[in-house]
Protein backbone atom coordinates (compact mmCIF):
# COMPACT_ATOMS: atom_id res chain seq x y z
CA UNK A 1 0.00 0.00 0.00
CA UNK A 2 1.28 3.39 -0.75
CA UNK A 3 2.91 5.27 2.13
CA UNK A 4 2.74 9.45 2.25
CA UNK A 5 6.32 11.40 2.41
CA UNK A 6 6.37 13.47 5.34
CA UNK A 7 7.46 16.27 2.11
CA UNK A 8 4.40 17.44 1.09
CA UNK A 9 4.33 18.76 4.72
CA UNK A 10 5.03 22.08 5.89
CA UNK A 11 4.26 24.45 8.75
CA UNK A 12 4.62 28.26 9.13
CA UNK A 13 5.45 29.27 12.27
CA UNK A 14 4.38 32.58 11.89
CA UNK A 15 1.14 32.42 10.10
CA UNK A 16 -1.90 33.28 12.49
CA UNK A 17 -2.94 29.18 11.46
CA UNK A 18 -1.76 27.13 14.14
CA UNK A 19 0.63 23.99 14.09
CA UNK A 20 -1.73 21.48 14.65
CA UNK A 21 -4.25 23.02 12.16
CA UNK A 22 -1.76 23.62 9.16
CA UNK A 23 -1.00 19.68 9.33
CA UNK A 24 -5.26 18.97 8.94
CA UNK A 25 -4.83 21.80 6.04
CA UNK A 26 -2.41 19.82 4.13
CA UNK A 27 -4.03 16.54 4.92
CA UNK A 28 -7.85 17.91 3.64
CA UNK A 29 -7.10 19.36 0.99
CA UNK A 30 -4.95 16.86 -0.15
CA UNK A 31 -7.26 14.24 -0.05
CA UNK A 32 -10.46 16.57 -1.38
CA UNK A 33 -8.32 17.09 -4.52
CA UNK A 34 -7.77 13.20 -5.00
CA UNK A 35 -3.92 13.74 -4.41
CA UNK A 36 -3.85 11.18 -1.64
CA UNK A 37 -5.93 8.50 -2.14
CA UNK A 38 -7.49 5.79 0.07
CA UNK A 39 -5.78 3.39 2.37
CA UNK A 40 -2.26 5.12 1.64
CA UNK A 41 -0.42 5.43 4.98
CA UNK A 42 0.70 8.25 7.04
CA UNK A 43 3.92 9.34 8.10
CA UNK A 44 4.13 8.30 11.84
CA UNK A 45 3.36 10.97 14.50
CA UNK A 46 7.56 10.28 15.45
CA UNK A 47 8.81 10.68 12.12
CA UNK A 48 6.73 13.59 10.96
CA UNK A 49 7.11 15.47 14.45
CA UNK A 50 10.83 14.83 13.66
CA UNK A 51 10.60 16.06 10.17
CA UNK A 52 8.90 18.94 10.84
CA UNK A 53 11.07 19.85 14.12
CA UNK A 54 7.47 20.31 16.54
CA UNK A 55 5.91 18.30 19.49
CA UNK A 56 5.00 14.91 18.94
CA UNK A 57 1.70 15.80 20.19
CA UNK A 58 0.91 18.34 17.99
CA UNK A 59 1.26 15.93 15.35
CA UNK A 60 -0.79 13.14 17.18
CA UNK A 61 -3.50 15.73 18.50
CA UNK A 62 -3.93 16.81 14.77
CA UNK A 63 -4.12 12.91 13.28
CA UNK A 64 -6.57 12.62 15.98
CA UNK A 65 -9.03 15.55 15.05
CA UNK A 66 -8.58 14.42 11.31
CA UNK A 67 -9.48 10.72 12.46
CA UNK A 68 -12.39 11.98 14.19
CA UNK A 69 -13.90 14.03 11.21
CA UNK A 70 -13.48 10.87 9.39
CA UNK A 71 -11.10 11.80 7.04
CA UNK A 72 -8.10 9.45 7.98
CA UNK A 73 -8.47 5.90 10.25
CA UNK A 74 -6.27 4.33 12.63
CA UNK A 75 -4.93 1.03 12.01
CA UNK A 76 -3.23 -1.80 13.84
CA UNK A 77 -0.42 -0.24 15.76
CA UNK A 78 -1.84 3.36 15.85
CA UNK A 79 -0.49 3.20 11.71
CA UNK A 80 -3.07 5.74 10.28
CA UNK A 81 -4.10 5.65 6.83
CA UNK A 82 -6.83 7.60 4.41
CA UNK A 83 -9.93 6.47 5.16
CA UNK A 84 -12.11 4.47 2.61
CA UNK A 85 -15.27 6.47 3.04
CA UNK A 86 -13.07 9.92 3.42
CA UNK A 87 -14.67 12.51 0.50
CA UNK A 88 -11.92 11.60 -2.19
CA UNK A 89 -12.74 13.31 -5.81
CA UNK A 90 -13.41 10.45 -7.91
CA UNK A 91 -14.88 11.43 -11.12
CA UNK A 92 -12.50 13.27 -13.17
CA UNK A 93 -13.26 15.05 -16.83
CA UNK A 94 -13.19 13.48 -20.17
CA UNK A 95 -9.88 14.63 -21.65
CA UNK A 96 -11.08 14.13 -25.32
CA UNK A 97 -10.81 16.61 -28.42
CA UNK A 98 -14.03 18.50 -28.58
CA UNK A 99 -15.19 21.14 -31.17
CA UNK A 100 -15.02 25.40 -29.76
CA UNK A 101 -19.07 25.62 -29.14
CA UNK A 102 -18.18 28.11 -26.25
CA UNK A 103 -21.33 30.54 -25.54
CA UNK A 104 -21.06 34.39 -26.46
CA UNK A 105 -21.58 35.30 -22.91
CA UNK A 106 -21.18 39.17 -23.99
CA UNK A 107 -24.14 38.61 -26.71
CA UNK A 108 -25.87 36.00 -23.84
CA UNK A 109 -26.37 38.83 -21.28
CA UNK A 110 -30.17 40.71 -21.20
CA UNK A 111 -28.82 42.82 -18.32
CA UNK A 112 -25.69 44.95 -16.94
CA UNK A 113 -25.42 45.79 -13.61
CA UNK A 114 -21.72 46.93 -13.70
CA UNK A 115 -21.87 50.33 -15.14
CA UNK A 116 -21.63 52.76 -11.93
CA UNK A 117 -18.02 53.54 -11.49
CA UNK A 118 -17.15 51.89 -8.23
CA UNK A 119 -15.26 53.48 -5.47
CA UNK A 120 -12.12 51.60 -5.38
CA UNK A 121 -10.18 50.80 -1.83
CA UNK A 122 -7.50 49.00 -2.21
CA UNK A 123 -7.72 45.28 0.09
CA UNK A 124 -4.30 46.22 1.56
CA UNK A 125 -4.89 49.16 3.14
CA UNK A 126 -3.80 48.46 6.46
CA UNK A 127 -0.20 48.40 5.08
CA UNK A 128 -0.01 52.26 3.63
CA UNK A 129 0.97 54.89 6.52
CA UNK A 130 -1.26 56.91 5.76
CA UNK A 131 -4.61 55.53 5.22
CA UNK A 132 -7.73 58.37 4.86
CA UNK A 133 -10.25 55.55 3.52
CA UNK A 134 -13.77 56.13 4.23
CA UNK A 135 -16.08 53.69 5.72
CA UNK A 136 -12.66 51.44 6.93
CA UNK A 137 -12.67 51.07 10.63
CA UNK A 138 -10.12 51.61 13.35
CA UNK A 139 -9.19 47.83 15.22
CA UNK A 140 -8.26 49.46 17.93
CA UNK A 141 -11.23 51.38 18.68
CA UNK A 142 -13.79 48.13 18.18
CA UNK A 143 -14.28 45.31 21.34
CA UNK A 144 -13.33 42.34 19.62
CA UNK A 145 -13.03 40.42 22.92
CA UNK A 146 -16.68 41.27 23.56
CA UNK A 147 -17.69 40.40 20.12
CA UNK A 148 -16.34 37.32 20.52
CA UNK A 149 -18.09 36.42 23.58
CA UNK A 150 -21.02 37.52 22.29
CA UNK A 151 -20.09 34.85 19.14
CA UNK A 152 -19.85 32.24 21.53
CA UNK A 153 -23.03 33.01 23.70
CA UNK A 154 -24.98 32.81 20.05
CA UNK A 155 -23.39 29.02 19.98
CA UNK A 156 -24.87 28.05 23.42
CA UNK A 157 -27.19 24.81 23.15
CA UNK A 158 -30.34 27.01 22.80
CA UNK A 159 -29.85 29.66 20.66
CA UNK A 160 -27.85 26.97 18.61
CA UNK A 161 -31.14 25.10 18.37
CA UNK A 162 -33.04 28.69 17.02
CA UNK A 163 -30.45 29.71 14.84
CA UNK A 164 -29.72 26.35 12.86
CA UNK A 165 -33.11 25.79 12.10
CA UNK A 166 -34.29 28.19 8.36
CA UNK A 167 -35.96 30.86 9.29
CA UNK A 168 -37.84 30.96 6.13
CA UNK A 169 -38.43 34.53 5.70
CA UNK A 170 -38.21 35.40 9.36
CA UNK A 171 -35.61 37.76 10.97
CA UNK A 172 -33.94 37.13 14.80
CA UNK A 173 -36.55 38.41 16.80
CA UNK A 174 -33.96 39.58 19.30
CA UNK A 175 -31.98 41.68 17.42
CA UNK A 176 -35.88 43.37 15.85
CA UNK A 177 -36.81 43.69 19.93
CA UNK A 178 -33.43 45.90 19.89
CA UNK A 179 -34.00 47.53 17.20
CA UNK A 180 -37.71 48.67 18.00
CA UNK A 181 -36.89 49.59 21.99
CA UNK A 182 -33.48 51.22 21.49
CA UNK A 183 -32.07 51.99 18.54
CA UNK A 184 -35.24 53.44 16.74
CA UNK A 185 -36.02 55.31 19.65
CA UNK A 186 -32.98 57.34 19.57
CA UNK A 187 -34.00 58.64 16.34
CA UNK A 188 -37.07 59.34 17.83
CA UNK A 189 -38.73 56.88 15.44
CA UNK A 190 -41.52 54.52 16.72
CA UNK A 191 -42.09 50.57 15.21
CA UNK A 192 -43.35 47.49 15.60
CA UNK A 193 -41.76 44.25 14.43
CA UNK A 194 -44.09 43.95 11.59
CA UNK A 195 -42.58 47.53 10.20
CA UNK A 196 -39.08 46.32 10.44
CA UNK A 197 -37.04 43.95 7.74
CA UNK A 198 -33.67 43.06 8.86
CA UNK A 199 -31.14 43.45 5.83
CA UNK A 200 -27.21 42.74 4.32
CA UNK A 201 -26.39 46.29 5.29
CA UNK A 202 -28.04 49.74 3.62
CA UNK A 203 -27.80 48.93 0.24
CA UNK A 204 -29.58 45.46 0.49
CA UNK A 205 -32.08 47.68 2.06
CA UNK A 206 -31.88 50.43 -0.08
CA UNK A 207 -32.43 47.93 -3.57
CA UNK A 208 -35.40 46.23 -2.04
CA UNK A 209 -37.29 49.84 -2.06
CA UNK A 210 -36.51 50.86 -4.99
CA UNK A 211 -37.93 47.76 -6.77
CA UNK A 212 -40.71 47.62 -4.97
CA UNK A 213 -41.96 51.06 -5.32
CA UNK A 214 -40.56 52.02 -8.61
CA UNK A 215 -40.79 50.85 -12.32
CA UNK A 216 -39.78 51.79 -15.73
CA UNK A 217 -41.44 54.91 -16.45
CA UNK A 218 -41.49 56.75 -12.92
CA UNK A 219 -39.20 59.16 -12.10
CA UNK A 220 -37.07 59.21 -9.13
CA UNK A 221 -34.59 62.09 -7.66
CA UNK A 222 -31.26 61.61 -5.73
CA UNK A 223 -28.40 64.19 -4.18
CA UNK A 224 -25.86 65.29 -6.90
CA UNK A 225 -23.17 64.21 -5.36
CA UNK A 226 -24.49 60.67 -4.52
CA UNK A 227 -22.82 57.55 -3.51
CA UNK A 228 -22.50 55.64 -6.88
CA UNK A 229 -24.49 53.15 -5.74
CA UNK A 230 -27.32 54.95 -4.65
CA UNK A 231 -27.97 56.51 -8.44
CA UNK A 232 -27.05 52.99 -9.94
CA UNK A 233 -30.15 51.06 -7.59
CA UNK A 234 -32.50 53.49 -9.21
CA UNK A 235 -31.01 53.76 -12.47
CA UNK A 236 -31.34 49.68 -12.64
CA UNK A 237 -34.86 49.73 -11.70
CA UNK A 238 -35.91 51.26 -15.26
CA UNK A 239 -37.36 54.85 -13.83
CA UNK A 240 -36.13 58.62 -14.91
CA UNK A 241 -33.66 59.29 -12.49
CA UNK A 242 -32.90 63.14 -11.92
CA UNK A 243 -29.71 64.56 -9.99
CA UNK A 244 -30.21 67.60 -7.47
CA UNK A 245 -27.40 69.42 -6.68
CA UNK A 246 -26.97 69.94 -3.08
CA UNK A 247 -25.91 72.69 -1.55
CA UNK A 248 -24.18 73.73 2.73
CA UNK A 249 -27.25 72.59 3.59
CA UNK A 250 -28.06 69.54 1.90
CA UNK A 251 -30.84 68.73 -0.95
CA UNK A 252 -33.01 71.88 -1.52
CA UNK A 253 -36.99 70.48 -2.12
CA UNK A 254 -37.78 73.53 -4.43
CA UNK A 255 -35.46 72.36 -6.78
CA UNK A 256 -36.84 68.49 -7.32
CA UNK A 257 -38.37 67.68 -10.49
CA UNK A 258 -41.91 68.44 -11.28
CA UNK A 259 -42.61 64.75 -11.74
CA UNK A 260 -41.70 62.30 -9.47
CA UNK A 261 -42.27 59.00 -7.57
CA UNK A 262 -39.39 58.63 -5.05
CA UNK A 263 -36.27 60.69 -3.71
CA UNK A 264 -33.36 59.07 -2.25
CA UNK A 265 -31.59 61.34 0.77
CA UNK A 266 -28.90 61.62 3.27
CA UNK A 267 -30.03 64.29 5.43
CA UNK A 268 -28.28 63.66 9.21
CA UNK A 269 -24.71 63.75 7.17
CA UNK A 270 -24.92 63.53 3.43
CA UNK A 271 -23.02 61.38 0.86
CA UNK A 272 -20.29 62.42 0.19
CA UNK A 273 -20.10 66.18 1.90
CA UNK A 274 -21.21 65.44 5.04
CA UNK A 275 -23.55 68.38 5.26
CA UNK A 276 -26.80 68.04 7.51
CA UNK A 277 -30.01 69.22 6.63
CA UNK A 278 -31.41 71.81 8.73
CA UNK A 279 -34.60 71.07 10.44
CA UNK A 280 -36.75 73.76 8.20
CA UNK A 281 -35.47 71.96 5.26
CA UNK A 282 -36.53 68.76 6.32
CA UNK A 283 -40.26 70.00 7.10
CA UNK A 284 -40.48 71.34 3.78
CA UNK A 285 -39.15 68.24 2.09
CA UNK A 286 -42.06 66.16 3.95
CA UNK A 287 -44.20 69.18 2.88
CA UNK A 288 -43.59 68.55 -0.71
CA UNK A 289 -43.87 64.84 -0.45
CA UNK A 290 -47.33 64.92 0.95
CA UNK A 291 -48.46 67.69 -1.34
CA UNK A 292 -46.98 66.03 -4.70
CA UNK A 293 -47.49 62.40 -3.27
CA UNK A 294 -43.76 60.72 -3.63
CA UNK A 295 -41.73 58.82 -1.44
CA UNK A 296 -38.74 59.33 0.80
CA UNK A 297 -35.60 57.00 1.14
CA UNK A 298 -34.05 58.06 4.16
CA UNK A 299 -30.64 56.60 4.55
CA UNK A 300 -29.65 58.19 8.39
CA UNK A 301 -26.08 56.60 8.54
CA UNK A 302 -23.41 58.01 10.71
CA UNK A 303 -26.10 59.77 12.99
CA UNK A 304 -24.02 58.12 16.01
CA UNK A 305 -21.19 60.24 14.79
CA UNK A 306 -22.56 63.67 15.99
CA UNK A 307 -20.04 64.94 18.24
CA UNK A 308 -19.61 68.52 17.64
CA UNK A 309 -23.39 69.07 17.79
CA UNK A 310 -25.97 66.78 18.68
CA UNK A 311 -27.51 64.97 16.05
CA UNK A 312 -31.09 66.05 13.98
CA UNK A 313 -34.24 64.40 14.25
CA UNK A 314 -34.66 61.45 11.76
CA UNK A 315 -36.83 62.46 8.85
CA UNK A 316 -39.06 59.34 9.75
CA UNK A 317 -39.22 60.79 13.26
CA UNK A 318 -41.31 63.88 11.88
CA UNK A 319 -43.51 61.82 9.22
CA UNK A 320 -46.85 62.44 9.79
CA UNK A 321 -48.36 60.77 6.33
CA UNK A 322 -45.93 57.18 6.60
CA UNK A 323 -44.02 58.55 3.29
CA UNK A 324 -40.76 57.87 4.39
CA UNK A 325 -38.83 54.87 4.26
CA UNK A 326 -35.78 54.81 7.27
CA UNK A 327 -32.48 53.00 6.16
CA UNK A 328 -30.09 51.82 8.94
CA UNK A 329 -26.81 50.04 9.51
CA UNK A 330 -24.79 48.93 11.99
CA UNK A 331 -21.96 48.23 9.28
CA UNK A 332 -21.08 51.62 8.86
CA UNK A 333 -21.21 52.27 12.93
CA UNK A 334 -19.18 48.50 13.65
CA UNK A 335 -17.55 47.21 10.73
CA UNK A 336 -18.25 47.21 6.99
CA UNK A 337 -17.89 43.64 7.08
CA UNK A 338 -20.41 42.94 9.22
CA UNK A 339 -23.27 43.68 6.45
CA UNK A 340 -26.13 43.73 8.72
CA UNK A 341 -28.87 46.51 8.45
CA UNK A 342 -32.57 47.36 8.24
CA UNK A 343 -35.34 49.02 6.96
CA UNK A 344 -38.05 50.49 8.53
CA UNK A 345 -41.98 51.11 6.25
CA UNK A 346 -44.99 50.41 6.54
CA UNK A 347 -46.32 47.09 7.31
CA UNK A 348 -47.67 46.19 3.54
CA UNK A 349 -44.26 47.74 2.53
CA UNK A 350 -42.27 45.24 4.63
CA UNK A 351 -44.21 42.22 3.98
CA UNK A 352 -43.45 42.43 0.33
CA UNK A 353 -40.03 43.11 1.04
CA UNK A 354 -39.71 40.15 2.49
CA UNK A 355 -40.78 37.91 0.23
CA UNK A 356 -38.34 39.81 -2.30
CA UNK A 357 -35.62 38.97 0.12
CA UNK A 358 -36.41 35.39 0.34
CA UNK A 359 -36.59 34.90 -3.22
CA UNK A 360 -32.99 36.36 -3.56
CA UNK A 361 -31.23 35.27 -0.15
CA UNK A 362 -34.21 34.21 2.34
CA UNK A 363 -32.68 35.91 5.11
CA UNK A 364 -29.13 36.99 6.85
CA UNK A 365 -27.19 34.26 8.48
CA UNK A 366 -29.17 33.54 12.11
CA UNK A 367 -25.74 33.45 13.76
CA UNK A 368 -24.90 36.57 12.79
CA UNK A 369 -28.02 38.24 13.72
CA UNK A 370 -27.80 37.14 17.53
CA UNK A 371 -24.44 37.54 17.63
CA UNK A 372 -25.14 41.71 16.83
CA UNK A 373 -28.55 41.14 19.28
CA UNK A 374 -25.98 40.00 21.81
CA UNK A 375 -23.47 42.87 21.69
CA UNK A 376 -26.15 45.56 21.52
CA UNK A 377 -28.50 44.19 24.47
CA UNK A 378 -25.16 43.76 26.33
CA UNK A 379 -23.87 46.68 26.40
CA UNK A 380 -20.89 46.75 24.15
CA UNK A 381 -22.08 48.47 21.23
CA UNK A 382 -22.34 51.65 22.94
CA UNK A 383 -19.33 51.61 24.77
CA UNK A 384 -18.06 51.11 21.50
CA UNK A 385 -19.83 54.51 19.65
CA UNK A 386 -18.55 56.14 23.24
CA UNK A 387 -15.37 55.09 22.46
CA UNK A 388 -14.81 56.14 18.63
CA UNK A 389 -17.09 59.51 19.49
CA UNK A 390 -14.07 60.61 21.67
CA UNK A 391 -11.37 59.07 18.95
CA UNK A 392 -12.97 61.06 16.02
CA UNK A 393 -13.83 64.10 18.13
CA UNK A 394 -10.08 64.74 18.41
CA UNK A 395 -8.75 63.68 15.16
CA UNK A 396 -11.22 66.02 13.22
CA UNK A 397 -9.88 68.65 15.31
CA UNK A 398 -6.35 67.60 14.40
CA UNK A 399 -7.14 67.18 10.66
CA UNK A 400 -8.79 70.28 10.22
CA UNK A 401 -6.19 72.35 11.78
CA UNK A 402 -3.43 70.31 9.09
CA UNK A 403 -6.01 70.53 6.60
CA UNK A 404 -6.36 74.67 7.09
CA UNK A 405 -2.30 74.93 7.92
CA UNK A 406 -1.52 72.96 4.57
CA UNK A 407 -4.17 75.54 2.50
CA UNK A 408 -6.58 72.28 1.21
CA UNK A 409 -10.27 74.03 0.81
CA UNK A 410 -12.87 71.74 2.53
CA UNK A 411 -15.79 72.09 0.17
CA UNK A 412 -18.28 71.67 2.76
CA UNK A 413 -18.58 72.43 6.99
CA UNK A 414 -19.89 68.99 8.51
CA UNK A 415 -21.74 70.89 10.83
CA UNK A 416 -22.48 67.88 13.69
CA UNK A 417 -19.47 65.50 12.88
CA UNK A 418 -19.44 62.43 10.82
CA UNK A 419 -15.68 60.65 10.05
CA UNK A 420 -14.75 62.48 6.89
CA UNK A 421 -13.84 65.73 5.25
CA UNK A 422 -14.77 66.64 1.30
CA UNK A 423 -11.89 68.85 -0.74
CA UNK A 424 -12.41 70.80 -3.65
CA UNK A 425 -9.13 71.09 -5.50
CA UNK A 426 -7.66 73.64 -7.17
CA UNK A 427 -9.26 74.42 -10.98
CA UNK A 428 -7.59 71.66 -12.96
CA UNK A 429 -7.29 68.89 -10.50
CA UNK A 430 -7.39 65.38 -11.40
CA UNK A 431 -8.84 63.50 -8.65
CA UNK A 432 -8.19 60.17 -10.22
CA UNK A 433 -5.10 60.80 -10.88
CA UNK A 434 -3.98 62.29 -7.81
CA UNK A 435 -5.03 59.09 -6.06
CA UNK A 436 -2.56 56.80 -7.79
CA UNK A 437 0.09 59.93 -7.46
CA UNK A 438 -0.42 59.75 -3.38
CA UNK A 439 -0.81 56.08 -3.42
CA UNK A 440 2.71 55.81 -4.58
CA UNK A 441 3.69 58.32 -1.42
CA UNK A 442 2.25 55.86 1.36
CA UNK A 443 -1.07 58.46 1.24
CA UNK A 444 -4.58 56.99 0.06
CA UNK A 445 -7.33 59.13 -0.27
CA UNK A 446 -11.38 58.75 -2.79
CA UNK A 447 -11.27 60.10 -5.71
CA UNK A 448 -14.82 61.93 -5.71
CA UNK A 449 -15.62 61.29 -9.17
CA UNK A 450 -17.70 58.16 -8.57
CA UNK A 451 -20.22 60.28 -6.70
CA UNK A 452 -20.89 62.28 -10.08
CA UNK A 453 -22.27 60.05 -12.87
CA UNK A 454 -21.33 61.11 -16.51
CA UNK A 455 -18.98 63.92 -15.28
CA UNK A 456 -17.74 66.46 -18.24
CA UNK A 457 -14.84 67.07 -16.92
CA UNK A 458 -11.88 65.50 -14.53
CA UNK A 459 -12.93 65.86 -10.80
CA UNK A 460 -11.52 68.30 -8.77
CA UNK A 461 -13.03 67.18 -5.45
CA UNK A 462 -11.51 64.38 -3.37
CA UNK A 463 -12.53 62.03 0.35
CA UNK A 464 -9.90 62.17 3.03
CA UNK A 465 -11.68 60.39 6.34
CA UNK A 466 -10.27 60.31 9.77
CA UNK A 467 -11.83 56.93 10.86
CA UNK A 468 -8.91 54.59 9.69
CA UNK A 469 -5.53 56.71 10.23
CA UNK A 470 -3.96 56.73 13.91
CA UNK A 471 -4.59 60.92 15.00
CA UNK A 472 -0.24 61.05 15.36
CA UNK A 473 -0.07 60.52 11.16
CA UNK A 474 -2.85 62.74 9.94
CA UNK A 475 -0.90 66.02 9.60
CA UNK A 476 1.96 64.08 7.88
CA UNK A 477 -0.42 62.71 6.08
CA UNK A 478 -2.22 66.26 4.82
CA UNK A 479 1.35 67.22 4.51
CA UNK A 480 2.00 64.64 1.21
CA UNK A 481 -1.14 65.32 0.19
CA UNK A 482 -0.59 68.99 -0.15
CA UNK A 483 2.73 68.27 -1.64
CA UNK A 484 1.52 65.95 -3.94
CA UNK A 485 -1.60 68.51 -5.20
CA UNK A 486 1.76 71.23 -5.85
CA UNK A 487 3.39 68.33 -7.67
CA UNK A 488 0.10 67.66 -9.49
CA UNK A 489 -1.05 70.80 -10.71
CA UNK A 490 2.00 73.49 -11.12
CA UNK A 491 -0.25 76.19 -11.52
CA UNK A 492 -2.16 75.76 -8.39
CA UNK A 493 0.99 76.07 -6.13
CA UNK A 494 0.99 79.95 -6.23
CA UNK A 495 -2.42 79.99 -4.40
CA UNK A 496 -1.65 76.49 -1.85
CA UNK A 497 1.05 78.42 -0.80
CA UNK A 498 -0.20 81.71 -0.55
CA UNK A 499 -2.83 80.01 1.74
CA UNK A 500 -0.39 78.23 3.82
CA UNK A 501 1.52 81.47 4.54
CA UNK A 502 -1.51 83.09 5.38
CA UNK A 503 -2.74 80.35 8.08
Known amino acids: MAEISEAIFFVDRGAQAGLQSQIRETLVSGILSGRLIPGARLPSSRRLAGYLGIARITVTLAYQELAAQGYIEAGARRV ?35 GAKPIRKPLDWHGYPYPFLYGQMDRSLFDLRGWRDCARRALS ?78 HHSGAKVWRVDVD ?24 PTSVRMPLERRQHLLDEAERRDFVILEDDYEFEMSFLAPPMPALKSIDRGGRVFYIGSFSKSLFPGLRLGYLVAPAP ?31 H ?94 AEGVRRTARALDAHLPSARTSLSARRSMS
Open 248 to 271: RMGLPPGNLPARLDAVVVTPSHQS
Open 381 to 474: YDAVIRRMRLAYAERHEIMAASLAAAGLDIASNAASGGTSFWIEGPRGTDADRLVEELRADGVLVESGSPFFPDPDAPCRFFRMAYSSIPADRI
Open 80 to 114: FRISEQAPVKRVRALETERPDRRVDWEARLKQRFG
Open 157 to 234: PGDFEHMAGDFAAADDMQLVSYICSRTLPRRGIKAQPEEILVTLGAQNALWLAVQLILRRGAHAACENPCHPDIFAAL
Open 349 to 379: VIREARALRALILRHPPGHLQRTAAYFLALG
